[in-house]
């Protein structure tokens, strides 16, 4: 996809190239078989169907100038070599500042990152429809804008990095705790965000939003050997096997946390903050030793740069360990507009249980079972 994008210049184009291509592949591959080289054979295929379309849709002169420039380019460029900048450049493009940070996510979630127009509004706590529309606008004022598909300048690059990071972290995430489906971990998607991340990182060494990031990835992904039994259940953060979580991980996060910390002196950012969070997880010797009282304090820093419900529910969960299940309840009962969002139903219903309210939480769980969440999740919860 990345790569199109880079050769036609056209995200809706080479996007809809890839989906035909993908189509083929699954009514050829089932009857010929798999390809040796499948990457090479989707991306000739994708090639060929950008090309159909720029012969069909163009005037005659603009459709044989640049179906002669694509296919120079294409012969020129082997179709299964790995260009990782490209999926970078195809991050800075969709992250353009011309975009609203809203919309910037949201395209390079759906077009880079893979996920379905349902999952970004998942991602983002927002229906699929209004998902959808969102994705067109923004596609369309990239072709109006002729916004280049490149790595910006040095000049270029703050106006960008809280779109990119936004992007790289819910990609994260979807692969940390995937929404929806069978399996609670995507790991290719936790592995390609961190990847991400340290490219970003490397091409920003200095910037506070992506030291932070790329620690704060690789402390809660040191937690992923730990996270899943055999059995393929989710293992509560309380009841995981520490000795498996990845020391090294553990270590590069700490250390990328000093380095965001000491560049943000004066003004708190978001992630370098969720990073001291999670180290507060990681270096806990046990559930009993965590520090619950740094990591409502570490909350109370990261509301004053990012006041969501989100955010004040995890605060309320930490507030319950505490000082007691009836001072997170009641936090948790004042938020607004998660009503739909299952893990705070979820949250409810734990804490009532602990509260020794078992009709409340059976009703609070029955709710959260209603609402959408990944198969696994929906397990954990059943079973309280």
């Not at 690789?218 to 509560?236: H, K, T």
């Not at 969960?317 to 969002?341: H, K, N, S």
Request: include cysteine.
């Amino acid at each position: 996809m990345a790569g199109l994008v880079r050769a036609v210049g056209d995200v809706q184009l080479a996007e809809d190239a890839v989906q035909e291509a993908s189509i083929r592949a699954l009514a050829a591959w089932p009857r010929d078989g798999v390809p040796e080289n499948p990457r090479a054979w989707l991306t000739v295929t994708a090639r060929r169907c950008a090309l159909d379309v720029i012969r069909r849709e163009s005037s005659r002169d603009a459709r044989e100038a640049e179906a002669v420039r694509l296919q120079r380019l294409f012969d020129e460029e082997p179709p299964d070599q790995d260009i990782p900048d490209d999926l970078l450049r195809l991050v800075f493009t969709c992250c353009h500042p011309a975009l609203s940070i809203e919309a910037q996510v949201a395209l390079s979630l759906r077009t880079l990152c893979g996920l379905s127009t349902a999952e970004v509004g998942r991602a983002l706590l927002q229906p699929e429809a209004t998902m959808a529309k969102r994705l067109t606008r923004a596609k369309q004022k990239i072709a109006r804008a002729g916004i280049p598909f490149r790595i910006p300048a040095a000049a270029e690059l703050p106006a960008r990095v809280q779109g990119v990071a936004a992007c790289v972290y819910l990609l994260f995430n979807e692969g940390y705790a995937a929404t929806a489906g069978a399996d609670p971990i995507r790991p290719a998607l936790a592995d390609e965000a961190v990847r991400l991340g340290r490219l970003l990182h490397g091409l920003m060494p200095d910037e506070p939003a992506l030291t932070g990031l790329l620690a704060l990835m690789l402390l809660q992904d040191s937690r992923r050997p730990a996270r899943v039994d055999a059995d393929g259940e989710l293992v509560l953060l309380a009841d995981q096997d520490r000795s498996r979580w990845r020391k090294e991980m553990i270590r590069e996060g700490v250390e990328l946390l000093g380095e965001g910390l000491a560049r943000t002196p004066d003004r708190p950012d978001p992630y370098v903050v969720q990073a001291a969070i999670a180290t507060c997880h990681a270096v806990a010797p046990s559930a009993a030793q965590t520090d619950w009282s740094a990591i409502v304090s570490w909350y109370d820093v990261l509301l004053t740069v990012q006041d969501t419900p989100v955010v004040r529910l995890n605060r309320s969960v930490g507030i319950a360990e505490l000082t007691g299940p009836q001072a997170g309840l009641d936090l948790i009962d004042e938020l607004e507009g998660l009503e739909r969002y299952a893990l705070w139903q979820a949250a409810r219903a734990v804490l009532l249980d602990r509260l020794d309210r078992p009709g409340e939480a059976a009703a609070a769980r029955a709710r959260a079972l209603q609402l959408e969440a990944n198969r696994a999740v929906k397990d954990r919860i059943r079973r309280g």
